[in-house]
């Protein structure tokens, strides 16, 4: 994948966001005290981010606290010569009611496509232990060949 064409950067960030399913999601509680996390997700669009996690988790405490996040996805299988990464900056909150059955629907299917379970309105609502949540990208980077970041437009 290159990055020295910009219009070309917006398909690196597609190929690799398509190419994996895991993202690391930092966060930071009120103090600034930051977490990082890995998620499985879910997206339709490469700007909304989808996953199911406990409100009690560490990650959706601080996200309750500070919705400001950021998260890298990136291969981990690749060598050091052919690495690339998406970092993204965005802010999350947990889906709200009105919100729920498009954003299960979306994760639903792409957990289908992986053949994983599929899910529904009722493994994410009490007494269930899991919560859907959703980020949305407010700007993506890439990897740059000389390990620099590049913005990427969102088109």
């Known amino acids: 994948m290159s990055t020295s064409d910009p219009d070309d950067h917006w398909s690196v960030v597609t190929a690799v966001i398509d190419a994996n399913r895991f993202m690391t999601m930092a966060t930071a509680d009120a103090q600034g005290t930051p977490w990082a996390n890995p998620v499985w997700f879910a997206t339709d669009d490469h700007r909304r981010f989808l996953w199911v996690s406990s409100p009690e988790t560490r990650h959706s405490r601080n996200i309750e606290t500070r919705p400001e996040i950021a998260i890298v996805i990136y291969d981990s299988q690749t060598t050091p010569a052919e690495r690339q990464a998406v970092y993204l900056e965005g802010i999350a909150h947990q889906v709200s009611p009105?919100?729920?059955?498009?954003?299960?629907?979306?994760?639903?299917?792409?957990?289908?496509?992986?053949?994983?379970?599929?899910?529904?309105?009722?493994?994410?609502?009490?007494?269930?232990?899991?919560?859907?949540?959703?980020?949305?990208?407010?700007?993506?980077?890439?990897l740059g060949e000389t390990d620099v970041r590049i913005p990427v437009p969102m088109p």
């Open 98 to 142: 009105d919100e729920l059955d498009d954003a299960i629907e979306i994760f639903s299917r792409t957990s289908v496509e992986h053949r994983l379970s599929a899910w529904g309105r009722d493994d994410v609502t009490e007494p269930r232990q899991f919560r859907m949540f959703e980020a949305i990208a407010t700007q993506h980077w890439i």
